[in-house]
């Protein structure tokens, strides 16, 4: 014989049900203003992930002047958008210049600088905080940690061997994080082909799109680190 209890529980499933079948209106609404906030709480960490900047460019003088007018812009968005600039420290090149647009638009500047390179009297004065390396492996590797996401602007074999080295380790799972190559003038054109064809050919586990991604003016830029 069935108790009492057992009849309450089978009335209160039966009322579950009824509500769940005629009320989900109203349960949906109870639950928006929290999906909301989840929502809000989710964008709020979404920008703070993309704070720190890193950035892989040029320390050449002798380049045309549109990679320096570019640079530049990169720099004062960052500066205007209170963003903090991760890079190699230099006082040359491309390096310098997107170092002082972002600083007199009020972004800190955080160098990250080789002993060879110091000694050699190319550290910058605008570095607010400043990383010493032994070698170029551990700067790349204190840049990767110090930043929450790679700029790739156009540069010679240095910067290639620092995207490079990003993308290894994004394959091996040891971050999440994106190179974005900043293609100004199509400077990246030959690394994107190259990648593809890495891909054709199969040399590569995973679709490469997965860690990075092309942007061809400041607008396509800045919306990859909203």
């Not at 002798?62 to 530049?72: D, L, Q, S």
């Not at 720099?75 to 958008?81: F, R, T, Y």
């Not at 600088?113 to 050699?120: D, V, Y």
């Not at 110090?146 to 910067?159: K, M, Q, W």
């Amino acid at each position: 014989m069935r108790s009492p209890l057992g009849k309450v529980k089978v009335l209160y499933d039966i009322d579950f049900l009824l509500q769940i079948s005629f009320g989900w209106q109203k349960i949906q609404q109870k639950l928006l203003p929290f999906f909301k906030k989840c929502r809000y709480l989710y964008l709020l960490t979404e920008n703070k992930m993309m704070d720190k900047i890193a950035i892989f460019c040029s320390a050449s003088e002798n380049i045309e002047p549109v990679f320096f007018e570019k640079a530049r812009d990169v720099g004062v968005w960052m500066g205007q958008n209170k963003k903090t600039l991760v890079y190699g420290g230099a006082n040359i090149g491309l390096m310098e210049c997107i170092a002082k647009a972002a600083k007199d638009n009020g972004s800190m500047i955080m160098g990250v600088i080789p002993t060879k390179l110091e000694e050699r009297g190319r550290a910058s004065d605008l570095v607010d905080v400043t990383f010493r390396t032994d070698n170029l492996s551990d700067r790349k590797d204190v840049m990767l940690n110090e930043s929450d996401v790679v700029i790739a602007l156009p540069g010679g074999v240095g910067t290639l061997d620092e995207v490079f080295h990003v993308m290894a380790a994004a394959t091996l799972d040891y971050h999440r994080k994106k190179v974005i190559f900043y293609n100004i003038n199509g400077f990246w054109n030959g690394i994107i082909d190259f990648l593809a064809g890495l891909e054709r050919q199969h040399f590569a586990h995973h679709p490469l799109n997965s860690y990075f991604a092309v942007a061809n003016d400041l607008r396509e830029l800045t919306e990859l680190l909203k």
